[in-house]
């Protein structure tokens, strides 16, 4: 198996000289463990999974002979399942205050992860690891995507360029490492085992009663409705199960990183803006596999592709964020009016519209509607058309085209 390098290895070293916890979240086969054993070589650090039974046992049982058996430094991997130990880490780090003690690894969100933040508070940093991006798979310098022309011409650098058609191949294909490195060629057949052997066995530990065609439906639903406002009715008529229980398993969908949420932009200043969120998945390959698309082509050329593409772009955007351990704000913007921007960046006090076309040649009129934002009481920005155009480009000073091989 081929190691693809991954843009968070830096953060990991750069925080564990700083905090005595170091936890990567994030879902399944993402391929957490895989870089932390990668960064661990030639080191002196121990690890141990619970996802063993017995190490688990010990782990809850009697946490703190389990921490002089495993003594630090030590990775400890799917750490969710003993949050027992989490008192104990806080006893050591502040007995010994020891950069990098702990490395700890979940598959679930540190954010929605029950007790963590009171027992690790201050001392631990928090990372989260996604689906590989297509800087990461494809090449170049990844940095936090900015709608600034200068970082914009300095993206260029090692990326490898790719038309409509290599894009919606890269949507198709999907960014989990099992298939970019080729050790599942097929899609189709990964994401099927995906489903049964990862996704609904943790359902199930966090879930008690689960009906294994009702959560099959389920998703499906919620991957249909990707890049949409949520609606939660909806989801629930199509999946048979009522409104409290898609609630709770969309819930759990967030907490095992599958799926995130943009929420509309809002200020006091701007009124009658709708209050619902959209959703999103992490990996389209698992949204392609889940709609029954066979193909990237008849993807291209689907009902669906432009929503297909919005939730690509928003996902890489996110990725080119958290990939730098750090946390974006990001947002849609649409108001009662059905006025839309499909991706609003909030950063050092400006907000940067963005909207995303397939087109390869987008006209002035897309960037008139940035105007709205003019009545925040947060200054607006650069804004960008991410598209299918071949190069980098602009609209007028104010307003950038951007090609998507460049996120």
């Known amino acids: 198996m081929?190691?693809?390098?991954?843009?968070?290895?830096?953060?990991?070293?750069?925080?564990?000289?700083?905090?005595?916890?170091?936890?990567?979240?994030?879902?399944?086969?993402?391929?957490?463990?895989?870089?932390?054993?990668?960064?661990?070589?030639?080191?002196?650090?121990?690890?141990?999974?619970?996802?063993?039974?017995?190490?688990?046992?010990?782990?809850?049982?009697?946490?703190?002979?389990?921490?002089?058996?495993?003594?630090?430094?030590?990775?400890?991997?799917?750490?969710?399942?003993?949050?027992?130990?989490?008192?104990?880490?806080?006893?050591y780090a502040d007995r010994y205050h020891e950069p990098g003690a702990f490395w700890l690894t979940g598959s679930q969100q540190f954010s929605l992860m029950r007790g963590v933040r009171e027992s690790l508070a201050g001392r631990v940093a928090v990372l989260s690891?996604?689906?590989?991006?297509?800087?990461?798979?494809?090449?170049?310098?990844?940095?936090?995507?900015?709608?600034?022309?200068?970082?914009?011409?300095?993206?260029?650098?090692?990326?490898?360029?790719?038309?409509?058609?290599?894009?919606?191949?890269r949507i198709y294909r999907g960014s989990m490492p099992a298939i970019v490195s080729r050790v599942n060629s097929n899609p189709q057949i990964f994401y099927s085992s995906y489903l049964s052997t990862y996704i609904e066995r943790d359902v199930r530990e966090l879930s008690n009663a689960i009906d294994s065609l009702?959560?099959?439906?389920?998703?499906?639903?919620?991957?249909?409705?990707?890049?949409?406002?949520?609606?939660?009715?909806?989801?629930?008529?199509?999946?048979?199960?009522?409104?409290?229980?898609?609630?709770?398993?969309?819930?759990?969908?967030?907490?095992?990183?599958?799926?995130?949420?943009?929420?509309?932009?809002?200020?006091?200043?701007?009124?009658?803006?709708?209050?619902?969120?959209?959703?999103?998945?992490?990996?389209?390959?698992?949204?392609?596999?889940?709609t029954r698309w066979t193909s990237a082509q008849t993807l291209e050329n689907g009902a669906m592709n432009g929503a297909f593409l919005e939730s690509y772009v928003v996902s890489e955007v996110r990725k080119t964020y958290l990939g730098n351990g750090v946390e974006p704000y990001m947002y849609y913007y649409r108001d009662k009016d059905a006025k839309e921007i499909d991706l609003v960046?909030?950063?050092?006090?400006?907000?940067?519209?963005?909207?995303?076309?397939?087109?390869?040649?987008?006209?002035?009129?897309?960037?008139?509607?940035f105007r709205v934002l003019d009545r925040s009481s947060t200054p607006r920005s650069n804004g960008a058309i991410i598209c299918m155009k071949p190069e980098l480009s602009a609209i007028d000073r104010e307003n950038f085209i951007v090609p998507m091989w460049m996120i």
Request: hydrophobic share 40%; glycine share 6%.
């Open 2 to 91: 081929t190691y693809i390098k991954r843009n968070l290895e830096k953060v990991v070293l750069q925080v564990t000289k700083e905090y005595p916890v170091v936890l990567v979240s994030g879902s399944r086969q993402v391929g957490k463990t895989t870089m932390l054993l990668k960064l661990m070589e030639g080191t002196d650090r121990r690890y141990v999974t619970l996802d063993d039974l017995n190490e688990r046992s010990l782990a809850k049982s009697d946490p703190e002979l389990f921490l002089q058996l495993h003594k630090p430094p030590v990775l400890i991997d799917e750490v969710q399942y003993a949050p027992e130990l989490f008192t104990y880490m806080k006893l």
């Open 129 to 169: 690891l996604t689906s590989l991006s297509q800087t990461e798979i494809f090449g170049g310098h990844m940095e936090p995507f900015m709608v600034d022309m200068e970082l914009l011409s300095a993206r260029k650098e090692g990326r490898e360029k790719a038309d409509a058609g290599e894009i919606f191949e």
């Open 214 to 290: 009702k959560f099959l439906r389920f998703i499906t639903a919620v991957a249909a409705r990707c890049g949409q406002m949520l609606n939660v009715a909806d989801i629930a008529r199509d999946a048979e199960i009522d409104q409290t229980q898609t609630r709770d398993w969309l819930k759990i969908l967030e907490t095992l990183g599958i799926i995130f949420y943009l929420h509309p932009y809002s200020n006091n200043l701007l009124k009658r803006l709708v209050k619902t969120p959209k959703l999103y998945f992490y990996d389209m390959g698992l949204v392609c596999h889940l």
């Open 345 to 369: 960046l909030e950063h050092d006090g400006m907000l940067n519209p963005i909207e995303i076309r397939k087109t390869a040649n987008p006209g002035t009129e897309l960037v008139k509607m």
